[in-house]
């Protein structure tokens, strides 16, 4: 195209000041394109939307079929975005805190071990009286309290 008045070559169009000879579609052009129907891009996994294709970005960003990753840590699950909560609530690799009450957060999958081999808080047996106390209190109770521990004899000279 050429200015009438000036006889240079125009650069952009004088209605929609696209460039010209750009590749990209005219605004008229774009528009009737983007008011196409087509399908959802997670159609192979079952959704059944038609929607404009201009509307297309804004249907798959909530889309029902889009899948989503668990976000707990070590898990990596991908599942479709409804299902993400109630997998998320029963993921293994989700953190709770220690049902006993030591204060420590562990991983569901990690929670049977921490309770019988961790935990300060766990029930232990003194292996001497036989009483049961607390992991935490085991050491105290081992070193002074217990009625069956060693005692050094005060006795002079004796072995």
Do not use: M
Request: charged share 30%; proline share 6%.
């Amino acid at each position: 195209l050429v200015n009438p008045h000036t006889g240079v070559a125009l650069q952009e169009c004088p209605t929609c000041r696209g460039a010209i000879g750009s590749t990209a579609p005219s605004y008229a052009v774009r528009n009737i394109i983007d008011a196409l129907p087509v399908s959802c891009a997670h159609k192979a996994r079952g959704c059944e939307e038609k929607v404009k294709r201009g509307d297309l970005e804004a249907h798959v960003a909530v889309c029902d079929y889009a899948e989503a990753t668990c976000p707990h840590a070590g898990c990596g699950a991908t599942v479709f975005r409804p299902d993400l909560e109630a997998h998320a609530a029963s993921c293994e690799w989700r953190v709770v805190p220690c049902p006993e009450g030591c204060g420590e957060d562990v991983t569901w999958r990690d929670l049977e071990g921490h309770l019988a081999t961790e935990c300060r808080k766990r029930e232990v047996v003194c292996g001497k009286c036989g009483t049961k106390r607390t992991a935490e209190e085991s050491e105290e109770h081992r070193k002074r309290h217990c009625p069956d521990r060693e005692v050094e004899c005060e006795v002079a000279g004796c072995g």
